[in-house]
């Protein structure tokens, strides 16, 4: 009998802990959600772009051997699950390759989160890993208008 069956509950949880691990150590591969999530590698181009749109836009700067980015990449995993109405666009930022624009954003290391809405800057935080704080940040920042 499969372990599974055993414990039917806990398929879901190991399944989506799993994909998320997968996702997230997977250099340069990163899921597009079914949500109104977009999860996309971070250019100057299309940064600019999302600004000019106004859109809601967080910058992470991950990196894959980081502790902390992996937690904070559950907690965004969990969130976009839990709120798949909110546009969010998530720019990842390889705090290894693109050094240029770690110093950009002033970022003193990986697991660096980073919030906008437009042009303006909301929010920014280094080695958050607190669910509560990092989900009211994200509701925060969307309900501003």
Same mark, same amino acid.
């Given at each position: 009998?499969?372990?599974?069956?055993?414990?039917?509950?806990?398929?879901?949880?190991?399944?989506?802990? /799993?994909?998320?691990? +997968?996702?997230?150590?997977?250099?340069?591969? @990163?899921?597009?959600?079914?949500?109104?999530?977009?999860?996309?590698?971070?250019?100057?181009?299309?940064?600019?772009?999302?600004?000019?749109?106004?859109?809601?836009?967080?910058? =992470?700067?991950?990196? =894959?051997?980081?502790?902390?980015? +992996?937690?904070?990449?559950?907690? /965004?995993?969990? @969130?976009?699950?839990?709120?798949?109405?909110?546009?969010?666009?998530?720019?990842?930022?390889?705090?290894?390759?693109?050094?240029?624009?770690?110093?950009?954003?002033?970022?003193?290391?990986?697991?660096?989160?980073? /919030?906008?809405?437009?042009?303006? !800057? /909301?929010?920014?935080?280094?080695?958050?890993?607190?669910?509560?704080?990092?989900? !009211? +940040?994200?509701?925060?920042?969307?309900?501003?208008?």
């Amino acid at each position: 009998m499969s372990p599974f069956m055993r414990h039917p509950f806990k398929a879901p949880a190991l399944f989506g802990a /799993l994909l998320t691990a +997968a996702l997230i150590t997977a250099p340069g591969i @990163y899921a597009q959600t079914t949500t109104a999530h977009v999860k996309e590698d971070f250019t100057e181009a299309r940064f600019a772009e999302l600004q000019a749109q106004g859109a809601f836009i967080l910058v =992470d700067i991950f990196a =894959d051997w980081c502790p902390d980015c +992996a937690q904070q990449q559950r907690v /965004l995993a969990a @969130y976009r699950e839990a709120h798949p109405a909110v546009p969010l666009h998530t720019l990842v930022v390889n705090f290894d390759t693109q050094k240029d624009v770690v110093t950009r954003f002033r970022a003193p290391r990986q697991s660096t989160l980073i /919030l906008f809405r437009g042009s303006e !800057q /909301l929010w920014f935080t280094v080695a958050e890993t607190r669910e509560e704080v990092i989900v !009211q +940040a994200l509701n925060d920042g969307f309900a501003r208008r």
